[in-house]
């Protein structure tokens, strides 16, 4: 059975850096396309970010482009997201989430999409 444990998350001025990590105890973490959502007190669960099982393909929304990065260590078995110019309203519950597929190149945006969840890293920007 999957399970996906975050950490990283905590408390950091704005402008400032945090690297989540995601770690997958289920098989290689080349075998699942992962994604990164997050959601703010009354608000829905937001897509973050997300890459392709073999890593060639990543997207991300408009709101965190230049500033997020997603990627996989499979010699790890875990998945990172990199946040850098951490802005207030990046304050939210993170969440990793990884789905079993033969592709390699599409991503998944949905959160419907994902098989597995992590119990999510609390981020808090302050300004």
């Known amino acids: 059975q999957v399970q996906l444990v975050e950490s990283g998350g905590g408390l950091v001025q704005a402008g400032g850096s945090l690297r989540l990590s995601c770690a997958n105890s289920?098989?290689?973490?080349?075998?699942?396309?992962m994604g990164w959502f997050r959601q703010a007190p009354g608000k829905e669960r937001e897509f973050v970010a997300a890459i392709s099982r073999s890593g060639s393909s990543t997207y991300y929304p408009d709101s965190v482009k230049g500033r997020f990065t997603i990627s996989t260590d499979n010699a790890k078995n875990t998945g990172y997201l990199q946040m850098n110019n951490l802005k207030p309203e990046d304050t939210a519950v993170y969440y990793c989430?990884?789905?079993?597929?033969?592709?390699?190149?599409?991503?998944?945006?949905?959160?419907?999409?994902?098989?597995?969840w992590g119990q999510g890293t609390q981020v808090t920007v302050s300004s």
């Open positions: 989430a990884a789905r079993e597929t033969f592709s390699g190149s599409i991503v998944y945006t949905r959160s419907d999409r994902y098989n597995y």
């Open positions: 289920g098989r290689t973490v080349s075998d699942y396309a």
